[in-house]
């Protein structure tokens, strides 16, 4: 069992900059892939980016690539998402979710362990 605590999100300026994190129970947490999603009001869950228990390889959504970067410290056992240039479109509730082993995964169903989610708005 893995428990994913997400924060970091606010209200920001578009072109502006946030940093999420997402904090696990778990010790050897760098055997767990992670994927940040996000979701819009009256929109569908969509893969943002996603990350290797090693850290040594990611994935990004095309509508991201670019302005975001993930990361971990395994240390820490914490995953962040730097989102710089942030747009309007980028408002939603942003989640972390985990998957031991295995390769990284862009669909949600792919993960077993969920975030409570953390709110981004950014304004015009």
């Known amino acids: 069992q893995v428990q994913l605590v997400e924060s970091g999100g606010g209200l920001v300026q578009a072109g502006g900059s946030l940093r ?3 904090a696990a129970s778990r ?3 760098s055997t767990y892939a992670v994927g940040w999603f996000r979701q819009a009001p009256g929109k569908e869950r969509e ?10 390889s990611t994935l990004y959504a095309d509508s991201v690539k670019g302005r975001f970067t993930i ?11 730097r989102m710089n240039s942030l747009k309007p479109e980028d408002t939603a509730v942003y989640y972390c979710a985990a998957r031991p082993l295995g390769g990284l995964g862009l669909a949600a169903y ?5 975030g409570q989610g953390t709110q981004v708005t950014v304004s015009s």
């Open 110 to 114: 792919e993960y077993n362990y969920w």
């Open 47 to 56: 893969f943002v980016a996603a990350i290797s228990g090693s850290g040594g």
């Open 71 to 81: 990361s971990r410290d395994n240390a820490k056992n914490t995953v962040y998402l």
């Open 20 to 22: 999420l994190s997402c």
């Open 27 to 29: 010790r050897t947490f």
